[in-house]
Every structure is written in structure tokens, then in C-alpha cells.
DNA sequence: AGTTGATTGAAACAAGCGTTTGAAATGGTT
DNA sequence: AACCATTTCAAACGCTTGTTTCAATCAACT
């Protein structure tokens, strides 16, 4: 009755099996949902019987949250968060910071399962969402406020700044979440050269800082700024 | 094996049963999602027989289809689009959009699985979901553009406009898909104090306005714009 | 080689699923 | 009252699910 454990807890050269089921397990969960995948497809794609995932997990729900908590620790492992040197501006930080999150939930650097498994928690959070908040997010959120704090030069208040930085996460997790809506709602050549993570980056960027007044607005008065870089 | 259909398929004076089936329907895929939801559970709740499903519907898969088609048919008829005389300045038009968008997504006007079902649909599209956008969304997106467009004054290209269009739907789309882990991020005295429709939706449009240059930055050089309305 | 404990495998289990059946109930029409 | 098509119901069917069983296999150490 008791879950059983690898044999030798501590460690071993190679957790294979176990790695594989949660890797199968992860990319499972992320296409098909928590109900409808199943441990016998799971098992299969990891080429191990389904007696394995009792053996080394325990059952289907304990395999969900390892699963999750594996892709979150190797895509924490994979992406880390940009540092900045401190004479960094301000706009470039922000630039950045847009850039690393589009590229993380867009970019093909990494298989897009992970993404979509943890899409899941936060668009309908089970146990495993508290500690990705926690872990993952929050973390990334303060250091935005950071930078628009800086760039609104202590004008804006705490909520102020809490609402422009959700501002620019939803623009984000728009293309992320609703992707192929947006493909349906725009012309597909446009799709291919301008809905790039790197031009998303600018045009999200672009949009915030002349909101907050440090570049020109975006249709000023007779002023074109479409080829204007948003860095100095 | 052909589908029932309901006795005199032209029209009855209530289909009372097979209503009652698609609401419990709506609701129950709503929160548990098509595998997870179960038929036993929706006829439960509609207070009929299992055989119904297959009487009045046909199968599981067919009633998902015609439980969101039922659920959006409601929403259209219940949330009209705003009208506005052609003397509205472009700027009301677009707080009015805005306004609109988020009490639609957000409010307690409707019973929130409504939107939570098309919500799936956006997130992981089935079948419904290209009907979906053609009767709904594309047109919704339209006139954004074409408000965006008057306020632009023609300074900026359709595919400028659309992506401004995209900035502030995602940020509506965010509060409502990932409300919970937004309700993580702030603090609950400002969530409900701040984060309501009316709220919510003269942020996304001062930050929209200011961003395209038609109100003062949000952090304007020693320019305090907290307390001023965005339309005027 | 022999023993021991860890790991794998095929088969079976109970439970829940969507679906179907055929008879009972219903309500209007003759 | 007798008929009829329409609608409801309890029960069962076949299938898939998550989980468990227990014997077979493997690897390491004496």
C-alpha cells in the first residue's frame, strides 16, 4: 500500500525510467489535459509498463504534479532570469525583460509542452499552480515593477505599477494562450514576419514606455516613430 | 441509429427538456471540461433520464457542440455591442469598447460559465471555435480597429493598428484567464477595490490613449493624471 | 554458482464511462 | 374507451480507465 521508492532513495547515476515517465507524463498533460490522458499512453510513450508508474510515482494524480514540477525545475534550469549590469537603462531592462518573457512562451528554444502544462495550472490551478506563483512568477513580477518603477520615476503608486506591469503580462500571455485566435484574426504573412517574438518584444515594449511618457507616442502628431529603435 | 430528433421538428412551445439538458451541459463542460464532465452528471442536473442525451442530442460529442453554440447564441442576445451616434469622439468610443469588453468577460451580469466554456474554446480550439470567432470575435475586433484607426488618424498601419487591438484585448483576456493567479500577485484590498470592470477598464483605455499620444503619459514629467477621467 | 533485493512484465481487477435497449408512462385524437 | 406517436425510465451492454497482483527477470555481492 505504501508508494514505493527507487529502490536506493538517496541517488543513482541515472533515474531513467522515472525521468522518462515524467517527461512523457509532462508532454501528456500538457496536450490532452489531466482527464483525458491516460497512464496507459503515458507508459507507453515512455516505453515502460504501466506497472511502472505505481512502482515509482504512486498514481495518477502524484504523477500529474511531479510531471509539472519536473518541467517547471527544468525550464527554470533552462531560461534563467536576464541580470542586468546597474548602467543599464531603465528602457532597456524593460525591452529585455519583455524579449526574455515572449521568447520563454513563444520561442522554440524549448519544447512548447512545458509551456502549455504550466498555461494549464494558471488558466485552471490544481495544487501544483500555489508553488509555481510562488516560485516562478512572483518572482519575475516584482523585478518588472521594478523597472517601471524606475522608468515612472516614483510618479506612479504601488497599484499604478501593478496595473501596468499586468498590462504588459496579458499582452503576452494573449499570444501565448488565445495563439491560434490571433492567427484567425490576422492575415497569415503578417502572422510569419510581425508576430515574432523579438518584434512582439518591440511593439509590447514600445507601447508601454510611450503610455509612461518616455518615448514618443506611438501615432504622435505628424511624427513617425515606426522605425525609430525603442533602445538608446 | 439515426438521431431523434424532437418529435415535431419544426417547432415546439417550450423544448423544455432538451434547453434544460444544454444548460446543465454548458455548465458542467464549462468547469470540468469535455472529458471530464460526465453525462451522467449533466442529465442529473437537468433532472432527466441519461437516455435523453441520446433522445433529444445524440451523443456526448454533439452536445458539447450544441451547448456552446446555445451558450454563445444567450450571450450575443443578452450583451448587445454598444452603438454610438456619430458625434461620440473616438476616445468615449474607445473606453465604451473597453468597458463593454471587460464587464462582458468580468461582470456579474451573466452567469460566469458562459464565458469560461467559449474561454476553452479560445484556449485549446474544437470544431466551435472557428464559428466562433466569425460570429463574435472578428466582428468585436473590427470595430476596434476601426476605432483605433480614427484615433491614430490615420498616422498607423492596419497591422499596427491590429496589434494595438491585440495589446488591449490582452490585457482584458488576462484578468478573466488568469484571474486566479492576478488575485495571487495583488493584494486582496486592491483587487477589490481596483481590479473591476469600470476600474479595470479606464486603466486599459488611459493607458491605450496615452500610449498613442491622446492623453498625457501616465507618468508625465511632474504631471499628475491619477485623478483626471480619460474621456472628455 | 547461489542468494538476495530491486525492477519489469503480462494479466486481471473493480469501477466508471458513453451508449443502447425495450418496456412503461404520457397526452392528445378518434 | 381505445388507439397512437411521443416521451421517459430503469437496467444493462461493451469498453476503457486507474490500479493491483504475482511471477519472471535482472544485477550485485558472498
Known amino acids: 500500500m505504501d508508494i514505493a521508492t527507487p529502490a536506493t532513495p538517496d541517488r543513482r547515476p541515472h533515474d531513467e525510467p522515472r525521468e522518462r515517465?515524467?517527461?512523457?507524463?509532462?508532454?501528456?498533460?500538457?496536450?490532452?489535459?489531466?482527464?483525458?490522458a491516460t497512464v496507459r499512453?503515458?507508459?507507453?510513450?515512455?516505453?515502460?509498463?504501466?506497472?511502472?508508474?505505481?512502482?515509482?510515482v504512486g498514481d495518477k494524480h502524484r504523477l500529474y504534479i511531479e510531471s509539472v514540477k519536473h518541467a517547471h525545475e527544468s525550464r527554470v534550469r533552462q531560461v534563467p532570469l536576464p541580470e542586468w549590469d546597474s548602467s543599464v537603462p531603465a528602457e532597456r531592462r524593460l525591452h529585455d525583460f519583455v524579449d526574455n518573457m515572449l521568447e520563454r512562451m513563444l520561442g522554440l528554444a524549448q519544447p512548447p509542452w512545458q509551456v502549455r502544462l504550466m498555461m494549464r495550472e494558471v488558466l485552471q490551478p490544481t495544487e501544483a499552480c500555489r508553488e509555481l506563483v510562488e516560485d516562478y512568477i512572483r518572482p519575475h513580477f516584482a523585478i518588472l515593477v521594478a523597472i517601471l518603477?524606475?522608468?515612472?520615476?516614483?510618479?506612479?503608486?504601488q497599484p499604478e505599477l501593478r496595473r501596468v506591469a499586468l498590462s504588459i503580462i496579458g499582452q503576452c500571455f494573449l499570444?501565448?494562450?488565445?495563439?491560434?485566435?490571433?492567427?484567425?484574426?490576422?492575415?497569415?504573412?503578417?502572422?510569419?514576419?510581425?508576430?515574432?517574438p523579438?518584434?512582439?518584444?518591440e511593439h509590447v515594449t514600445r507601447y508601454a514606455l510611450a503610455a509612461l511618457g518616455r518615448v514618443p507616442p506611438l501615432a504622435g502628431a505628424g511624427m513617425d516613430v515606426s522605425s525609430q529603435d525603442v533602445v538608446a
Open 198 to 201: 523579438p518584434r512582439l518584444a
Open 21 to 36: 515517465i515524467l517527461l512523457a507524463a509532462g508532454r501528456e498533460f500538457a496536450e490532452r489535459g489531466y482527464e483525458a
Open 149 to 157: 518603477d524606475d522608468l515612472a520615476g516614483g510618479r506612479l503608486t
Open 41 to 56: 499512453d503515458i507508459c507507453a510513450a515512455a516505453g515502460v509498463n504501466v506497472a511502472a508508474v505505481n512502482y515509482y
Open 175 to 196: 499570444y501565448r494562450a488565445a495563439g491560434d485566435v490571433v492567427g484567425m484574426l490576422v492575415p497569415p504573412a503578417e502572422l510569419e514576419t510581425l508576430h515574432t
